[in-house]
């Protein structure tokens, strides 16, 4: 079963958390991110991420930010 495809900012947030990952061994903040795709508010990291969890590209630990892990990230190691 293949899941949604991904909006290119959607992949780019993805891309930066596999590479976050990689090279620190945990996910990156809100604002880590944020700072990567040059968006301002952490809302509009959170309607990202929400919609790579609803995609199925990510799992979330409800109440704890940077509990969060790549499902079978397309080109992921």
Request: hydrophobic share 35%; aromatic share 10%; glycine share 10%.
């Amino acid at each position: 079963m293949s899941r949604p495809e991904l909006t290119p900012r959607q992949r780019e947030a993805g891309d930066f958390i596999a590479s976050y990952f990689e090279a620190w061994g945990f996910a990156p903040s809100f604002r880590e991110i944020g700072q990567a795709m040059d968006i301002k508010s952490t809302n509009g990291v959170s309607d990202h991420l929400s919609a790579l969890v609803k995609k199925g590209y990510i799992k979330r630990k409800p109440g704890c930010p940077r509990a969060m892990r790549l499902v079978d990230w397309p080109g992921a190691s």
